[in-house]
Every structure is written in C-alpha cells, then in structure tokens.
Nanobody, 119 residues
C-alpha cells in the first residue's frame, strides 16, 4: 500500500502557472503508475493526466493538452503536475492517485489540494 499527499494548490490569476506535487510513502513509488484527477463542485471527477511507472508513457485530457505536464521523480518518490496558461475552468480540487497499471484501477488516493483560477 502507498500513501499519497498533494501540495502546491492555491489561488492564481488566469494565464498564470502553478505546480502541484504528490509525495508518496509506504511502498516503492516506482511500483505504481500515477495520475492526476480533478473535481469541481457539482461535476464528475475527471482524469487530467497519467504517467506509467517508468515515465515512458503519458496521457492527457484534451482540455489540458499543451498546457499541463505530468512528470515523476522516482528517486524522490514524488510526482508533479505543472500547470501553465491556467483558465478559470481549471478551478477544482486536484487529487493524485496510484495504481498498478496506467489503465487503472486507481487504488490509492491523496486528500486533494484546491486550485482556484480567477478571471
């Protein structure tokens, strides 16, 4: 089992940037594929990005392609979501998750971090 803790959320203006971090503990980080998800009030949770355990494969939602970059540093047991050109519609609680495959299931989840983008 792995424990995940997100950090780096906050309030930014439209067009700004933010980097989210997800620190893992409890089991070797490199064992897992990881992903970032978000959920806005009244909306379904959606997957925004995912990355394979070795980092060779990445995948992004169409809404964030070209703006967000997922990465991982297995030596630091940490993964990141670099968010550029932020839009108000990016406002949500962002969660990191881990699973044994990039296709899921996503068995382990962090507590979430709030990202708010003002117009």
């Amino acid at each position: 089992q792995v424990q995940l803790v997100e950090s780096g959320g906050g309030l930014v203006q439209a067009g700004g940037s933010l980097r989210l971090s997800c620190a893992a503990s409890g089991r070797a980080f490199s064992t897992y594929s990881v992903g970032w998800f978000r959920q806005a009030p009244g909306k379904e949770r959606e997957r925004v990005a995912r990355i394979s355990r070795g980092g060779a494969t990445t995948d992004y939602a169409d809404s964030v392609k070209g703006r967000f970059t997922i990465s991982r540093d297995n030596a630091k047991n940490t993964m990141y979501l670099q968010m550029n050109s932020l839009k108000p519609e990016d406002t949500a609680v962002y969660y990191c998750a881990a699973g044994l495959s990039i296709q899921g299931p996503w068995n382990y989840w962090g507590q979430g971090t709030q990202v708010t983008v003002s117009s």
